[in-house]
């Protein structure tokens, strides 16, 4: 592949992996204000029901972060093999290693936020609106 296809495809991964944490984003800050606004006095299985869309959105968010990084990093050692690099392909290069953050760190914080969620939808009327403390 030529420089240009490659950086080409750098850029749809870039954007593919934006998109991606749209909806789960978009979701979880609902789910927030939801809570203030008393969704977790709500029947039980409307609350098992968030809790389904959030991890049916965020376990598919995930996926695709950890794929299109992982494509990433393969587009940017297949720009490394180069001879010749642009100051763009070595500015791909160079960020490269940083997608490991969307593979592994974003995922994990999806998770942990989702489990403190959890806890307050689960926990019901009784946890009181804010959490306990």
């Given amino acids: 592949m030529t420089e240009r296809e490659l950086l080409d495809l750098w850029a749809k991964a870039r954007g593919h992996l934006i998109y ?12 927030a204000v939801a809570l203030g606004l008393g969704l977790n ?15 049916a959105s965020g376990v598919l968010g995930s996926l695709v972060q950890f794929a299109v990084s992982s494509q990433a990093l393969a587009i940017a050692e297949d720009l490394e093999q180069l001879a010749t690099k642009s100051a763009t392909a070595r500015q791909a290069i160079s960020f490269a290693p940083w997608m490991n953050v969307a593979r592994f760190v974003t995922p994990t914080i999806f998770v942990v936020i989702f489990l403190v969620l959890a806890i307050s939808l689960l926990a019901g009327p009784q946890f009181g609106p804010y959490g306990g403390m």
């Avoid at 991606?20 to 789910?31: D, E, G, N, R, Y």
């Avoid at 006095?41 to 991890?55: F, K, P, S, T, Y």
Wanted: glycine fraction near 8%.
């Fill in 20 to 31: 991606s944490q749209l909806a789960p984003t978009f979701l979880l800050i609902v789910t």
């Fill in 41 to 55: 006095e709500a029947d039980v299985w409307v609350r098992v029901g968030v809790l389904g869309i959030l991890l």
